[in-house]
C-alpha cells in the first residue's frame, strides 16, 4: 500500500505550485481536452425528410399505434452529447434518418430501384438530452443502396444553433474501405470515431451500439450548415452521396 505522508504531500504540492507556475498546469488540462475525438461533420446527403413522419419519437421500429414493427434486423444504438471538454450536454436534439431494411428512405425520391418503402418504418426520429447527455433510439440495421456503405444520419442542435450533421458506419462493412463520405475523413482518430461495432444479444438477436457524439463546431462552421427547417447554405459543395436510379 503506498502511504501518504506529509512528506510526499509537501512534495506534491511543490510539484503542483511549480506546474501552475510554468504554465505547465493548464497544458496538462488541455491534455485531457485534446483526448476526445471531435465527432466530423459529414454531408447532410440528399435524403433528409422532405416532409417529416407525423410519429418522431426515438422508437423507429413502430409508427404510431401500426402494430405491425418495421422489417429487419432490431438494432439499439445510443450514447452521449459531449462538448469539446467532456462535458454532457443538456437539451441538445439528436435527430435519426436512415434508410429501412430495403436501402430505401422516406424521401420522396428515396426508394431504391425495384424497392418499395417499408410502411411500417418510421425513417426518422429525434431525442432530446437530459443533464447526462444521454440519447438513444430504437431502430432496424440500415439496408445498403446504391453507392454507401451502411450508415445512419445524424443530426444534432444545440440550444440556439444550427444542426449539425454526422454519420455512423458499421465495424466490419466491406464497404467502408470504399465509402467515400467515410473516406473523406482524412484524420485516422476522426474517422475511428465514426465506425462502431454493433453487437448482437445471444437471446434477443437484437443488435446494439454505443457513441458518444463529441461536438465542437465553430461559429464559421455553424453558419455553412443548415438549421431545421431554414433555407439550404450558399455555396456549399455538393452532397458526396450518390443518389440511387429513379426507382
Ligand atoms: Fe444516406
Excluded at 5 to 29: I, M, N
Excluded at 197 to 218: C, H, Q, S, Y
Aim: charged fraction near 25%.
Amino acid at each position: 500500500m503506498h502511504l501518504i505522508t506529509s512528506k510526499s504531500l509537501d512534495s506534491r504540492r511543490r510539484f503542483l505550485f511549480q506546474l501552475a507556475a510554468t504554465g505547465a498546469f493548464f497544458t496538462v488540462r488541455g491534455l485531457y481536452a485534446e483526448a476526445l475525438t471531435l465527432t466530423p461533420r459529414l454531408t447532410e446527403g440528399p435524403y433528409f425528410p422532405d416532409k417529416l413522419p407525423l410519429d418522431q419519437d426515438n422508437d423507429l421500429i413502430r409508427v404510431t399505434n401500426d402494430i405491425t414493427p418495421a422489417v429487419g434486423t432490431v438494432t439499439n444504438v445510443g450514447g452521449r452529447v459531449l462538448d469539446r471538454g467532456g462535458a454532457p450536454v443538456k437539451g441538445a436534439l439528436v435527430e435519426l434518418w436512415q434508410a429501412d431494411d430495403r436501402g430505401c428512405y422516406i424521401h420522396s425520391r428515396g426508394e431504391q430501384r425495384g424497392q418499395k418503402r417499408d410502411p411500417h418504418f418510421q425513417g426518422y426520429g429525434k431525442f432530446e438530452t437530459a443533464s447526462d447527455g444521454g440519447w438513444r433510439f430504437r431502430t432496424v440495421k440500415p439496408g445498403l443502396y446504391t453507392g454507401r456503405t451502411r450508415h445512419f444520419h445524424f443530426g444534432v442542435t444545440l440550444p440556439g444553433q444550427r444542426r449539425f450533421t454526422t454519420q455512423l458506419m458499421f465495424a466490419g462493412e466491406p464497404g467502408n474501405a470504399r465509402d467515400m463520405v467515410l473516406n473523406e475523413v482524412r484524420d485516422a482518430a476522426q474517422r475511428a470515431s465514426i465506425i462502431r461495432e454493433f453487437k448482437a444479444d445471444p437471446a434477443t438477436r437484437e443488435l446494439a451500439g454505443t457513441w458518444d457524439i463529441v461536438m465542437g463546431a465553430t461559429a464559421g462552421d455553424e453558419r455553412r450548415e443548415r438549421g431545421p427547417g431554414g433555407p439550404p447554405p450558399k455555396g456549399r459543395p455538393p452532397g458526396g452521396e450518390r443518389r440511387p436510379p429513379p426507382a
